[in-house]
């Protein structure tokens, strides 16, 4: 599977059956912790009146359309940079996924730290999910 990031990730049943490594289990979450973020970002293009493809200009559809980070660094650069801030991934501690349905950092501060250094480094940008899936990533 290719994530709108551009982002892969194996999604056969043999990869379901095995443990995501910890590095994957973070990831997930802070992509949980920012999601109201990256929809800020779309819903605000989309009420500007900017709603078109970044890349080729194309008025986008809101059903055919990918938040990506294909301007700046990757959302895998910079959620590893924070987890090397953070002195490692063994430093986030996530709540279970079962609780809520989705799995959160258990220490808000840290949360609040996470969407502050993503906030600093995001570059997101619009583009039709073809156009994402084919931008070459870093």
Partial sequence: MVRTDGSVIDFSYRSCLQTPSLRSQ????????????????????????????????????????????????????????????ETGWEAIKLTPSTAHGLGRFVDRNQSERWRTYWAARARLGLLTKSENRGYPRP
Avoid: K, W
């Fill in 26 to 85: 973070v990831h997930n979450v802070m992509r949980v912790e920012i999601d109201d973020l990256t929809t800020a970002y779309f819903e605000s293009r989309l009420a500007q009146e900017t709603f078109v493809s970044d890349l080729s200009g194309v008025p986008l559809r809101t059903n055919d359309t990918a938040v990506s980070y294909f301007q700046g660094p990757s959302f895998a650069q910079i959620a590893d940079g924070f987890g090397a801030a």
